[in-house]
C-alpha cells in the first residue's frame, strides 16, 4: 500500500508562492503516477497538475500553466507543487494521489477515478 501526506499549506496574498510537499511511503516502488488535484468549497475536484514518475513528463490544467511547477524527487519519494503568482480563486483544499494501476494509455491524467491513493489535503488560502 502507498500512503500520501501532503504538507505546505497555508495563507497567503494574492501574487505570493506556495510549495506544496507530497510525501509518499510504503510501496512506493508501485507508483506510475501522481497528480495534484484540488477542491474549493462548492466546487467539484479538479485537476491541477500531474507527473509521469517514469520520464518525469509533466502535464498542468490551463489555469495553472506558467504559474504551478510539479517536480519529484526520486530519492525521497517526494512530489513537489510550486505555486507562483497566486489568485484568489486558487483557494482550495489541494490533494496528492497517486496511481499504482499502470500506464494511462491516452487517458486524461486529470480523471479522478485513475488514482487510486489519496492524501488528506492541504489547505492554500490567496487572500487578495
Known amino acids: 500500500q502507498v500512503q500520501l501526506v501532503e504538507s505546505g499549506g497555508g495563507s497567503v496574498q494574492a501574487g505570493g508562492s506556495l510549495r506544496l510537499s507530497c510525501a509518499a511511503s510504503?510501496?512506493?516502488?508501485?507508483?506510475?503516477?501522481i497528480g495534484w488535484f484540488r477542491q474549493a468549497p462548492g466546487k467539484e475536484r479538479e485537476g491541477v497538475a500531474a507527473?509521469?514518475?517514469?520520464?518525469?513528463?509533466?502535464g498542468y490544467a490551463d489555469s495553472v500553466k506558467g504559474r504551478f511547477t510539479i517536480s519529484q524527487d526520486n530519492a525521497k519519494y517526494t512530489v513537489y507543487l510550486q505555486m507562483n503568482s497566486l489568485k484568489p480563486e486558487d483557494t482550495a483544499m489541494y490533494y496528492c494521489?497517486?496511481?499504482?494501476?499502470?500506464?494511462?494509455?491516452?487517458?486524461?491524467?486529470?480523471?479522478?477515478?485513475?488514482?487510486?491513493?489519496w492524501g488528506q489535503g492541504t489547505q492554500v488560502t490567496v487572500s487578495s
Open positions: 494521489a497517486a496511481r499504482t494501476l499502470g500506464l494511462m494509455y491516452g487517458g486524461n491524467w486529470f480523471d479522478l477515478g485513475a488514482y487510486n491513493r
Open positions: 510504503g510501496s512506493t516502488a508501485s507508483i506510475n503516477y
Open positions: 507527473i509521469f514518475r517514469g520520464t518525469g513528463n509533466t
